[in-house]
């Protein structure tokens, strides 16, 4: 077998079969391929596309291209994945919560992709705290703790962690194909009981229409359900970012804010039915109502904060985490407002050119190895049907130089739009895919 040939064949609209793509994901896996075939493999398939048949056999394959998990525990083994958006640190509160819930919940993440951020970047945040860990400390991190977030190890669907890279730079991030692959070889390589995914729309998504997200959620639902775990997704709304800040360690205060305080909120409202769905497909609850009052209770009651603690400093980050977070999490050197140019109601966020603004700021990556700035970004955005006078604080700024913040101000205020009339807000859950 060829990488130029299954590469030219992709570039005619046609789809490699079962055998090809295993290979392809083989080479991947073990440096056959090269980089730049990966690039133009990557490129092709988001121009042409796969078949149904193609994308549950490359997903197969990334899977196969490394080890498969197994687990001996007394409780389901649960997990979650959003297909990326800003604000969006959710895993951070549903992995302790479910946790409290008798699951276990090894959360195997990524990291930055594109103007999004990355549930990894997001828990290194945190000092100390290392996100490598092998597979049998994986193991014991269940045993001791119930959940944990880390990458993927070099064992586990190692194919995909060489073509997400190049994805990140070769400006091949918005194919449906390539996206369901990238996420259900990590998921069923961790061998859940059970999956819920919760596919993002709107301006911050990568899918910008309810139909693209509807598109990949029954993608994402019908592939990881053929290959025999009980999944759903849920549509979610991102027309704004779901917490009021964008950047690592900022939205890691987000998540304590929830957990050590009011656990109401977008937030706290998706990650709660994201939840719930999970404990009803493992038959953990009997109703979706049941279960949600459940993790609502783990997270107001200080529960779910003690498990994010444990988990914290299991994996290698400060003790007493959950009552000291504000002294622990690192601070940008320069701090400022952006005010509204104009009385009005916020009738628009631009999403992804807010999270671009947060890569721009050294909160994530232009090529694969920029180091990230934990500290910058951007916190208290005003929501979307907010009413401001003129000067009223829309934002603040994190930055490490004074010249980057002016630069982000600019970008802060194109990306936000200001009408007389107040818009209609969008519903935060779109749809249920079964």
């Known amino acids: 077998m060829d990488a130029r040939a299954i590469n030219a064949a992709l570039r005619r609209g ?103 951020g990355g549930t990894l970047d997001k828990m290194e945040a945190i ?117 009021p800040a964008l950047g690592n360690a900022l939205e890691v205060a987000e998540v304590m804010r929830v957990l050590t305080g009011d656990a109401t909120g977008p937030l706290a409202e998706i990650s709660i039915a994201l939840g719930a769905v999970l404990l009803v497909q493992a038959g953990l609850e009997k109703t979706p109502e049941e279960a949600a009052a459940r993790l609502s209770a783990v997270l107001t009651d200080g529960r779910a904060a003690a498990r994010f603690e444990a988990m914290v400093a299991a994996m290698g980050g400060p003790q007493g985490f959950a009552s000291d977070w504000q002294s622990v999490l690192p601070e940008a050197s320069v701090i400022r407002e952006v005010t509204a140019p104009q009385a009005g109601y916020i009738s628009a966020i631009d999403g992804e050119a807010l999270g671009l603004c947060v890569v721009g700021l050294g909160g994530g990556r232009m090529v694969e190895s920029d180091l990230v700035d934990p500290a910058v970004g951007l916190s208290d955005l005003l929501p979307l049907g907010a009413r401001v006078a003129r000067g009223t604080p829309l934002v603040r700024i994190h930055a490490a130089r004074e010249e980057a913040a002016d630069r982000a101000a600019q970008e802060v205020l194109a990306a936000i739009t200001i009408a007389d009339a107040a818009p209609e807000l969008p519903p935060l859950i779109h749809e249920r895919i079964i």
Not at 191 to 213: Q, R
Request: proline share 4%; net charge negative; charged share 20%.
């Open 14 to 116: 046609e789809t490699p079969g079962d055998a090809d793509l295993r290979w392809f994901a083989q080479g991947l896996a073990d440096g056959t391929v090269s980089d730049a075939q990966a690039g133009a493999f990557a490129m092709a398939v988001c121009l042409q596309g796969l078949s149904t048949d193609g994308r549950r056999a490359l997903t197969l394959a990334m899977r196969d291209s490394g080890d498969v998990l197994s687990w001996d525990l007394d409780g389901p083994v649960l997990d979650k994945h959003s297909t990326g958006g800003v604000g969006d640190c959710v895993s951070l509160l549903l992995a302790p919560a479910l946790a409290e819930c008798g699951a276990y919940v090894p959360m195997i993440s990524g990291r930055g992709l594109g103007h999004t």
């Open 127 to 243: 000092p100390g705290v290392t996100t490598s860990v092998s597979e049998d400390r994986l193991d014991g991190l269940m045993r001791d703790v119930g959940c944990a977030i880390v990458g993927a190890t070099a064992q586990i669907a190692p194919a995909d962690k060489r073509l997400y890279a190049i994805r990140d730079v070769t400006a091949t991030v918005e194919s449906l194909d390539l996206i369901t692959a990238s996420i259900l070889s990590k998921k069923l390589a961790a061998s859940p009981d059970a999956l819920v995914l919760d596919v993002k729309t709107g301006s911050g998504a990568f899918m910008k229409s309810d139909e693209e997200a509807r598109a990949l959620a029954r993608s994402l639902v019908d592939t990881a359900n053929a290959a025999g775990c009980p999944t759903s997704a849920l549509i979610t709304d991102m027309n704004q970012p779901l917490a």
